[in-house]
């Protein structure tokens, strides 16, 4: 059975057959209705009308309009549930932060509303293009090995061992709009307090013990 979606578009085509378009409004079981957002009556009322094909392209419109909104809602959390993924399974190196390269280069890069990604690394903020990450995703799809790091600098990419790399210099000279960036921190973990080891306390009782037994023999 064809999608909403679909049988909307099929019916959208009729738009310049208004005799084709009413037939089709009114036989209509109510799933076109369901994807236009009205009901099987306001459906026959419009048939009827002598501008169906005019007020048939507005609801088309807004129904796209309202699918596209859900879709990128959808994309935008997957992103940013992907963010919070990243942020916990970063490892702190000597060399910088290592990154997991599936969630990087996968759903961190869903959301296209926001065109720049900021990873802040020690309050430096390495901005990259999405749209290239996109790119080097779809290049090292074919590699298992792929690492990610990143430094207050840039973030890199290696893999086949470390024969192959990129490296992203931040661009944030080039964001004027801090509304297009997501921006994820990576916050070191705290340091947890050194434990002093406090000296053993003698057993009175026992050294007692023994000069006893050796006095008393």
């Known amino acids: ?14 738009t310049g057959d208004a005799d084709a378009l009413r037939d089709a409004l009114r036989k209509d ?7 236009l957002g009205v009901s099987v009556d306001q459906l026959r009322e419009l048939s009827s009308r002598r501008d169906v094909s005019d007020r048939l392209r507005d609801l088309v419109l ?10 990128d809602d959808g994309r935008r959390e ?10 916990a399974g970063v490892r702190w190196l ?13 759903d961190l890069l869903a959301d296209t509303a926001k065109p720049w990604l900021s990873l802040v690394v020690d309050g430096s903020d390495v901005v990259v293009s999405r749209a290239r990450l996109r790119r080097a995703a ?4 074919p590699f298992g090995d792929t690492r990610a790091l990143v ?17 992203f210099n931040s661009q944030v000279q080039h964001v004027r709009d801090d509304s297009l960036v997501l921006r994820v921190v990576l916050s070191r973990p705290a340091a947890q307090p050194a434990k002093c080891a406090r000296p053993r306390r003698a057993d009175r009782r026992g050294w007692l013990t023994d000069v006893l037994t050796e006095v008393v023999g």
Do not use: C, K, T, Y
């Open 1 to 14: 059975m064809p999608s909403a979606m679909n049988r909307l578009r099929d019916v959208a085509l009729l």
């Open 29 to 35: 079981d109510g799933g076109l209705g369901a994807a």
């Open 62 to 71: 807004r129904a796209r309009h309202r699918e596209a909104a859900l879709r």
């Open 78 to 87: 997957r992103a940013l549930v992907a963010a919070e993924r990243l942020v």
């Open 94 to 106: 000597d060399a910088g932060v290592e990154l997991e390269p599936r969630v990087l280069l996968g």
């Open 138 to 141: 779809l290049a090292l799809r």
């Open 151 to 167: 430094d207050s600098q840039a973030l890199r990419l290696r893999w086949r061992g470390g024969l192959g790399g990129l490296n």
